[in-house]
Structure formats: structure tokens, C-alpha cells
């Protein structure tokens, strides 16, 4: 396969992965700005890229807090905890993503320290901060 629709919800997987790709996922996920949107704090065993299409929005990449905006590229390392706490103004956050080779032994899922960060939680629409 040499196209994958993510606009219909398709994904890069192991079941249409190319011969010899070495990337384990990529696709697209929607943050609505509406406040209706639900994310969970989790980390990866493997590393993950994201890229930023649309919209503009607050993350947690370990301690460190990023506004992100379009164009933006996201590294999100093995064991890290990543989260997405809001969008800002009034355009989804559009994120493209990319996990490249899965080491040996990993599960290829969002993993959680805790129950809690299992949870899905609610991301609030915030006002775009004005200059």
C-alpha cells in the first residue's frame, strides 16, 4: 500500500504496513475545540513523533509544558509521559504522528503509571492568548 486515507479514521499499521517500512504506526488524531475532546496521559515504549497541522494547544512532554502551533514537530522519547491539557482559540488541534520501529519486547500501546492516567480526560478550549 502507498496510500493511507487518515482523513477516513486509517492509520499506518501492522496490517498495511510496506515491505521494509520500519515505522510501527502513523496517522492523524483531532482535538476539537469545542472542549469535547478527551486525551489521556501515558508514555510509549518507543519513540514518537508528532506534527502539528492545525490548531494551536498546551502539552506536558515530562515536566516541561509546550505551546504548540502549526508546524510544529513533537519528539516524545521512550518513557517519557506525554498529554495533551488544552486547545487554544477556535480551531481543532490537528496532530499527525509517527512511532518509528518498536525495540524488542515492546508493547506498542499507550502505557499508564496509573490508573488515574488511564482515565480519558476532558481537554478545555481556551481562549487564544492575545498580544
Not at 6 to 14: E, F, H, K, P
Not at 31 to 51: L, P, V
Amino acid at each position: 500500500m502507498t496510500l493511507i486515507r487518515t482523513a477516513t479514521g486509517a492509520r499506518l499499521n501492522a496490517e498495511n504496513r510496506p515491505r521494509g517500512c520500519l515505522a510501527h504506526s502513523a496517522g492523524r488524531f483531532r482535538i476539537r475545540a469545542t472542549g469535547t475532546s478527551r486525551f489521556d496521559r501515558h508514555f510509549h515504549d518507543f519513540d514518537e513523533f508528532w506534527f502539528v497541522a492545525a490548531g494551536t494547544g498546551t502539552i506536558h512532554v515530562g515536566d516541561a509544558v509546550h505551546q504548540i502551533q502549526p508546524g510544529d514537530i513533537i519528539h516524545t522519547p521512550t518513557g517519557v509521559d506525554h498529554d495533551i491539557v488544552a486547545v487554544t482559540g477556535d480551531q481543532d488541534l490537528e496532530v499527525f504522528w509517527l512511532s518509528w520501529a518498536l525495540p524488542p519486547g515492546a508493547d506498542g500501546r499507550h502505557l499508564h503509571r496509573t490508573p488515574q492516567d488511564a482515565i480519558k480526560h476532558p481537554v478545555p478550549s481556551r481562549p487564544a492568548a492575545t498580544t
